[in-house]
C-alpha cells in the first residue's frame, strides 16, 4: 500500500497526559477538532504519543506568555529536541495557529514513542493534533488531504490563497470564476470536507454541489460563519457512511459563487479490509512464496544434479569391472544351396616365385565357354555374380611345375 498522511487529534487516546491533572485543556474554531492541550507547570509534565509510521509532525498553538517557553520532543529515547516560542508581551493579540513545533523524519517502518515535554514557560505553548505518514492506517484513522495535494484534480478557475495561519498547512483555494469543480478518488468509509467561508456576503449568495460516485449533483448548504470577517475550519459537507462494499469512491465538488468559498482540507475514514483491498492484494505474491519457490527450484536442480552424477559414477565403475566384449566376426547370409566354384590348374612359369602369395599378372588359357564374357564385355548372368581371379600357389604338380588356380569367386 502507499503511504497516506494521518492526522491524529491531541485529545486522541492514543496520547497519553502525566500527570492527567498537569494538562489543561483549551481550543477555539481554528484549531482541529476545536481542541488543545497545554501543560500547566513546567518541568515534570509530559504527553506520550504512540504511533506506527515513518514520520510524524506536531503542530500546536502558541499563545503570549510573556516569556518563551520551551517544550522538548523525543523519539524512541533519543536526544531531545527543542521547540523555543518567542517572548511575547501578555497583553499583546499574539496568536499563532498551526505552528509547527517538531519533525522526525526518516523513520523505521513500525512502532513509535514520542515524548513532549514542556521544560520551560507556562501554557504558551499548546498541543493541536500530530500528521504522521504511515502504510498501514487503523481503521478509523483519518486521512489527511490538504488542498495543495496533488491527488486533488482542479478545475481551471481554482486560485491559491496568500499563506496564512487561518488554514491548515497555510494553504487554501477559493474560485475565480463561475463555476469550479475539483475531483478526489479515495478508498474509505466516509469523507469530510472543510474550508472558510467570507462573511463579507451573505450565506445566500454561496452554492454549492457534491456528486458521489457519479449520482446527479446534490446542493449543499452553506454553513452559517461565525467571524465578522471569515470563519475557518467550517466542516462544508460531511458524507457518511458511503454506500458500495469496495470502499472505493470519486466525489467531484462545484462551486459557483466567487470569492465566497474557501478550499481546505478532505479528511477521508480510512476503511476496514475491504474485498477490493484483498483482491487487489491477492495478485501480488507474498515475498515468502517467492523466496520458498526459489529455493524449492534450486533445491530439485541440486539434487537431479546429484542423482544424475551418482548414475554416472555407478555407470562407469560397472563399465571399467565388466569382461572385455569379443568381438563377433559378421554373418553373411546363407545361401539356399552352396555355391560350387570351379577351379584349373593352370601352369606357371618356372622363374616365378613360389613363396611370395600375391597375385600375379598371367595370360590365362581361356575359361570354359560359361565364363566367357558376352559381346559387350560383361560376364553373362548367373544367380551369384562370379569373378575370376589368379592366385599364386605354394604347390607343385607331380613333375615339379608350378600351378595356378583359376577359380571363380
Known sequence: MSTVEVIVDDHDSRVHYSPSTGWTGRGDVQQFMQTTSA???????????????????????????????????????????????????????????????????????????????????????FLDFFLLDTTSPAVGDMLFIDDSDPVLDYSPGWVAQP???????????????????????????????????SASQAPAAWSAFISIDGS??????????TATNTSANLLIFSGQPLPGLNNNHTVVFTTHSTDQLFLDYILVEAAPLSNTQVTSSSHRVPVATIVGSIVGVFAFLLIASLSFWVWRRRANIMLANSPAATPIAPTLPTQAQPLSVPTWSIPLPQD????????????VPEPPPSYRPTRSGKLPPTSTRQVLRVHSMATTDADGSALAVYSAV
Open 39 to 125: 501543560a500547566v507547570h513546567s518541568g515534570s509534565e509530559t504527553a506520550t504519543f504512540s504511533f506506527n509510521g515513518t514520520s510524524v509532525i506536531v503542530y500546536g498553538k502558541l499563545a503570549p506568555t510573556g516569556t518563551g517557553a520551551v517544550m522538548a520532543f523525543s523519539v524512541d529515547g533519543s536526544p531531545p529536541a527543542s521547540f523555543t516560542a518567542p517572548p511575547t508581551s501578555v497583553d499583546s493579540e499574539f496568536v499563532v495557529h498551526h505552528q509547527i513545533l517538531f519533525t522526525a523524519d526518516a523513520l523505521p517502518h513500525g512502532t513509535h514513542n514520542l515524548t513532549m515535554t514542556q521544560t520551560s514557560g507556562d501554557g504558551q505553548i
Open 163 to 197: 499563506s496564512s495561519d487561518e488554514f491548515f498547512q497555510n494553504t487554501g483555494r477559493s474560485c475565480d470564476t463561475d463555476e469550479c469543480t475539483v475531483s478526489l478518488s479515495f478508498n474509505g468509509t466516509s469523507f469530510s470536507i472543510f474550508g472558510a467561508l
Open 216 to 225: 446527479p449533483p446534490t446542493a449543499i448548504h452553506p454553513p452559517s460563519p
Open 352 to 363: 616365378q616365385s613360389r613363396e611370395t602369395g600375391e597375385l600375379m599378372p598371367y595370360c
